[in-house]
């Protein structure tokens, strides 16, 4: 029997070494992040959807422009949902087709930034939620993006502002 596995945690967490780790014992890790990156790949339907939306997030290649999508979408939280609907559908479709070729008893891990939020946690078997102290992360992020310490801290700040304002107030 399969044992799907859902692999979180915020960004500069370590989830990718984690992913890795499962790998290196054999489990099929399916990366929700380069699903995304496909699905807004040049000639898809999504980064149709985007340029349309957002036509100043498109290079003067066609290409999309990642830098100025991300500034978008992380000072507005209407518009980060609005790419979340263009781009989670496509990446539970591709998900779901990856994980059609794993072999009977072979692991699937999900690694989804976003596995509570989308709700993908429930079709789990098990979760696997991944921390590190926000210093730890703003370091890595700072050498892996080459954003400064402000700007990493501003997005971080921006994700929890979202996710307080999606919680029901009592």
Request: glycine fraction near 12%; aromatic fraction near 4%.
């Amino acid at each position: 029997m399969r044992l799907r596995v859902g692999l979180t945690g915020g960004i500069g967490s370590g989830k990718s070494e984690v992913a890795r780790l499962f790998a290196g014992f054999g489990a099929l890790v399916i990366d929700a992040d380069a699903l995304a990156r496909a699905a807004l790949a040049p000639g898809s339907p999504g980064l149709g959807r985007v340029a349309a939306r957002w036509p100043e997030a498109i290079g003067p290649n066609g290409e999309l422009d990642r830098a100025a999508l991300a500034a978008i979408v992380f000072r507005d939280g209407g518009a980060r949902d609005e790419l979340n609907a263009i781009v989670h559908p496509e990446v539970r479709r591709l998900g779901a087709e990856l994980e059609a070729t794993a072999g009977a008893d072979q692991i699937v891990v999900h690694d989804v930034p976003l596995l509570f939020e989308a709700g993908f946690y429930r079709q789990c078997d098990a979760t696997v939620l991944v921390v590190a102290e926000k210093d730890t992360r703003v370091g890595r992020i700072v050498a892996r993006n080459g954003l400064s310490p402000e700007e990493v801290v501003a997005r971080l700040e921006s994700v929890v502002r979202a996710k307080m304002a999606d919680q029901p107030h009592t």
